[in-house]
């Protein structure tokens, strides 16, 4: 399974874009790249699922270079409720993810 | 569309019992996966059902089974608890199948202490 690498923690302002970089060096042909977001107490929640290039849709956008060896989870202008712990996830479509530890962003006023 | 449903919220056992929870997945999914989520270990696949089959099967000892019923609906038990079992257990449904893979969503869980 192809293991993630991306930041334990980061910080923003309200109304900030956050860039959340994962690195994914021995991806496969068929994965995808998709990314959830959990609050406290409550289960992840899809965000975006990419294979190439740019995805968006209506809360981020997903980066992906030709390499596929990294992604970008963009998330325009962020709030205090995005404030969350975000993983990257390489996802082969057996539904046996596996989660690294994850991104937790805070966003302050 | 009803989110995926995950019962009971909070449960508390002793150590040495047994405990069943159950799951109704989004309607029209046929995949049910089970996740294990603790502050130390983080989220750990537990095992995933496909039409009623298990599919596939993370790194847990055999006291920790599931089975899934022909509408879908799946039941995690776990037999023989220890302390180190209390976590928050999270449900996850899919379609299961199809091109590309098919994201999960999660229930918002049942949250197990072990005494």
């Known amino acids: 399974l192809a293991k993630t690498t991306q930041p334990i923690s980061m910080d923003s302002y309200e109304g900030q874009e956050v860039n959340i970089t994962c690195s994914h060096n021995?991806?496969?042909?068929?994965?995808?790249i998709t990314w959830y977001q959990q609050f406290p107490s409550q289960g992840p929640r899809f965000i975006i699922q990419?294979?190439?290039t740019k995805v968006t849709n209506e809360v981020a956008s997903l980066f992906i270079p030709a390499d596929r060896k990294s992604s970008t989870l963009s998330l325009p202008r962020v709030s205090l409720s995005d404030t969350a712990v975000y993983y990257c996830?390489?996802?082969?479509?057996?539904?046996?993810?596996?989660f690294g530890k994850g991104t937790m962003l805070l966003v302050s006023p | 569309k009803a989110g995926v449903t995950q019962t009971p919220r909070y449960l508390i056992k002793t150590r040495g019992q047994q405990v069943t929870l159950s799951c109704s997945p989004i309607?029209?999914?046929?995949?049910v996966s089970w996740y294990q989520q603790t502050p130390g270990q983080g989220l750990q696949f537990l095992f995933e059902?496909?039409?009623?089959?298990?599919?596939n099967k993370g790194n847990f000892p055999g006291r920790f089974s599931g089975r899934q019923f022909s509408n879908s609906r799946s039941e995690m038990n776990v037999s023989t608890l220890e302390l180190g079992d209390s976590a928050l257990y999270l449900c996850?449904?899919?379609?299961?199948?199809?091109?590309?893979?098919?994201?999960?969503?999660f229930g918002n869980g049942t949250r197990l202490t072990v005494t």
């Open positions: 996830l390489v996802d082969s479509g057996y539904s046996t993810l596996t």
């Open positions: 021995n991806i496969a042909t068929n994965d995808y």
């Open positions: 990419g294979y190439k």
């Open positions: 996850a449904s899919s379609l299961g199948s199809g091109q590309g893979a098919p994201p999960l969503h």
């Open positions: 059902y496909f039409s009623e089959t298990q599919r």
């Open positions: 309607s029209g999914h046929r995949s």
